[in-house]
C-alpha cells in the first residue's frame, strides 16, 4: 500500500539555523499538510498545500516558517531560524482531494522528530 | 475550551476488555477521524466517518451527528492495542479546503 515517507525521522539542530524537513507524499496525491505535536501535547495542524500554493494556515504558521513542492514528488517545511520551541515531532500528510464534502482521509507519514539544542 | 475533548484519558485494562473511548466535538465537521498513535510516534489511521457506525476487525466507531459525539470500541482488547487512540474532526476552512482539529488523545494500555 502506498505511503506518505519523511526524512529524516531525527533531525538535531542549533538553535538559529535553518532547518529542512522532507516528505514524499503519496504520488496521485494532490493536497498536502504539515502537523506538529510537541512532546505531551496533542497535534497541532499547521498549513495546508494545493496547486503550489498555500491553502490554509494556523497561527503557529508564521514568517519563519515555508513550504514548497520543489519538484513533483516532494513537499518540504522549512523552518528559517529555528527556536527551542520548535522542537517536536513533525508529521506531514497527504490527501487525494481536499474539498469539505469528500470522503478522502489524510494519509499521515511516521514523522521527523525535530531537536533544537 | 478544547474544540475536541476525549475520555477517558488514560485507561488501562485487562487483556479481553471492551474498551471505549469518547471524543465529543463543539465545531461542525465534515467528518471525523479516528488514529492510533503508537510510541514510536507514527500514526495510523483507523477509521473516518461522517455517520452511523465503521467496523474493521475488533474496532468499531460510531458517531452521533446531532450530539457531536463518536465512540470507538475495541471489543476483546489485547497488549498490542496498546497506543494512544486520537479522535481528529474535520472541519471546513476559510479557503474551500479542510483542516484536522485534533483531540488531547487517550492513552490506552492493556495488561497481559
Known amino acids: 500500500e502506498p505511503e506518505v515517507t519523511q526524512t529524516p525521522s531525527h533531525q538535531v539542530t542549533q538553535m538559529g539555523q535553518e532547518v529542512i524537513l522532507r516528505c514524499v507524499p503519496i504520488?496521485?496525491?494532490?493536497?498536502f499538510y504539515w502537523y506538529r505535536q510537541i512532546l505531551g501535547q496533542k497535534v497541532e495542524f499547521l498549513v495546508s498545500?494545493?496547486?503550489?500554493?498555500?491553502?490554509?494556515k494556523s497561527e503557529i504558521f508564521d514568517d519563519q516558517f515555508s513550504v514548497e513542492r520543489p519538484d513533483g514528488s516532494n513537499f518540504t517545511l522549512k523552518i528559517r531560524s529555528t527556536k527551542l520551541e520548535d522542537s517536536a515531532m513533525y508529521f506531514c500528510a497527504s490527501s487525494e482531494r481536499g474539498s469539505l464534502m469528500s470522503n478522502q482521509p489524510q494519509h499521515f507519514g511516521d514523522g521527523t522528530r525535530l531537536s533544537i539544542l | 475550551k478544547n474544540e475536541v475533548e476525549q475520555s477517558p484519558q488514560n485507561l488501562t485494562a485487562q487483556e479481553g476488555e471492551f474498551i471505549t473511548i469518547n471524543c465529543s466535538y463543539s465545531?461542525?465537521?465534515?467528518?471525523l477521524h479516528w488514529l492510533q498513535q503508537h510510541p514510536g510516534g507514527g500514526i495510523v489511521s483507523l477509521f473516518m466517518?461522517?455517520?452511523g457506525k465503521k467496523k474493521h476487525g475488533r474496532l468499531i466507531a460510531t458517531i452521533n451527528i446531532q450530539e457531536k459525539h463518536s465512540s470507538l470500541h475495541i471489543t476483546a482488547s489485547h497488549p498490542r492495542d496498546s497506543a494512544v487512540y486520537i479522535c481528529a474532526v474535520r472541519s471546513g476552512t476559510t479557503s474551500g479546503t479542510y483542516k484536522y482539529i485534533f483531540g488531547t488523545g487517550t492513552r490506552l494500555k492493556v495488561l497481559a
Open positions: 465545531v461542525g465537521i465534515s467528518a
Open positions: 498545500f494545493y496547486n503550489n500554493e498555500i491553502s490554509e
Open positions: 466517518l461522517s455517520s
Open positions: 504520488s496521485n496525491h494532490l493536497y
